[in-house]
């Protein structure tokens, strides 16, 4: 079945580091890629996504590229700001409808 | 835009008494919509999926009968934790599928905490 693994935290950053979170998967299909982020005491937020190959999502000055020669989907952000502290989650999607397939989450926290 | 909503933000409940759980699409319409269940510092796990206008599909090792979902309308489903005790203590999130011409993208609302005293 599909799976996704991803870095264990935690990851201890100071302000203005370069972050990179790893992410990995296994699909039977051609899956569509999502990194989340949450918060502490809130749900997900979709921070970015990728639909096919060699797709880049960014946002918020996180960037991902979807990888399909190395199963991979790499979070990542030149510079952290203490307000990015969360757990970021990779997850993805073998079709139209379906449910998610979740990485395990990481955990980062930035100090000023 | 593709906002979900959920409601309460959390509840404290006695054991054996059951708790209803709203989640909600603000503005657009979501035949499907997902329950989840987080424990403290562990990923999401997927409880069961609402249609709305048919039955739940629920993972495997979820009991159905206690955990009711409702998917009444199209921007509305439901979840009923029947009989809670206090190992159904969870943060319990929803999300709503929001469909596109390019790809399907889940919505998440912000979560319930439970807690069965």
């Known amino acids: 079945g599909d799976s996704v693994t991803q870095m264990e935290g935690p990851v201890t950053l100071s302000e203005e580091a370069f972050l990179t979170i790893n992410c990995t998967y296994t699909?039977?299909?051609?899956?569509?890629l999502f990194w989340y982020v949450q918060y502490p005491g809130e749900g997900l937020q979709l921070l970015l996504k990728?639909?096919?190959?060699?797709d880049k999502g960014s946002n918020k000055g996180f960037e991902a590229t979807y990888r399909k020669e190395t199963t991979s989907f790499h979070l990542e952000k030149g510079s952290v700001q203490v307000s990015d502290s969360a757990v970021y989650f990779c997850?993805?999607?073998?079709?139209?409808?379906?449910?998610?397939?979740f990485g395990g989450g990481t955990r980062v926290l930035v100090k000023p | 835009g593709a906002v979900v909503s959920q409601h309460p933000s959390w509840v404290i409940c006695k054991s054996g008494t059951s708790v209803k759980i709203e989640c909600r699409s603000l503005?657009?319409?979501?035949?499907?919509m997902f329950w989840y269940r987080q424990f403290p510092k562990q990923s999401l796990m997927l409880m069961a999926t609402?249609?709305?206008?048919?039955?739940?599909?629920?993972e495997q090792g979820v009991e159905k009968d206690k955990f009711l979902i409702n998917h009444a309308s199209l921007t509305l489903s439901t979840l009923t934790v029947t009989s809670a005790h206090p190992e159904d203590s969870s943060f319990y999130i929803c999300?709503?599928?929001?469909?596109?011409?390019?790809?399907?993208?889940?919505?998440f609302g912000p979560g319930t905490r439970l807690t069965v005293l």
């Open positions: 997850a993805l999607t073998e079709a139209a409808g379906n449910k998610l397939t």
């Open positions: 503005d657009f319409q979501a035949t499907t």
């Open positions: 999300s709503a599928l929001a469909l596109s011409a390019s790809t399907d993208t889940q919505y």
């Open positions: 699909a039977t299909g051609y899956p569509s």
């Open positions: 990728a639909t096919k190959a060699d």
């Open positions: 609402s249609n709305e206008g048919s039955k739940a599909t629920y």
